[in-house]
Nanobody
Framework: QVQLVESGGGLVQAGDSLRLSCTAS????????MGWFRQAPGKEREFVAVINWSGDMTIYAESVKGRFTISRDNAKNTAYLQMNSLKPEDTAVYYC??????????????????????WGKGTLVTVSS
């Protein structure tokens, strides 16, 4: 059973940077697209970014475009979310997830929760003003 573990969250000030990591157990990590979502207090979980199986295609939510960068290292079974110029409204629990279905050779688009088949437990990011 594949498991995802996020790390790298914390308390930072507005304008700071953080890099989140999502490490997968098991094999075949490189066959799947990976996504990051976030859930702020009292709000629904929302899409942040997605990366295809090979790492050469990425899509971002408008709210993070130009500030966040998703990447992956298939040799390390790890996906990353580099977050720069953080704002208080970025405060949330950040979740990584695996998009269901082998992605090799395929494109990706913005994700919904229904697209994902495995989730991590999340890591909290708090941005103070």
């Amino acid at each position: 059973q594949v498991q995802l573990v996020e790390s790298g969250g914390g308390l930072v000030q507005a304008g700071d940077s953080l890099r989140l990591s999502c490490t997968a157990s098991g094999r075949a990590f490189g066959a799947y697209a990976m996504g990051w979502f976030r859930q702020a207090p009292g709000k629904e979980r929302e899409f942040v970014a997605v990366i295809n199986w090979s790492g050469d295609m990425t899509i971002y939510a408008e709210s993070v475009k130009g500030r966040f960068t998703i990447s992956r290292d298939n040799a390390k079974n790890t996906a990353y979310l580099q977050m720069n110029s953080l704002k208080p409204e970025d405060t949330a629990v950040y979740y990584c997830g695996r998009k269901s279905g082998v992605n090799i050779g395929n494109r990706v688009g913005p994700l919904t929760m229904a697209d994902m088949d495995i989730w991590g437990k999340g890591t909290l990011v708090t941005v103070s003003s």
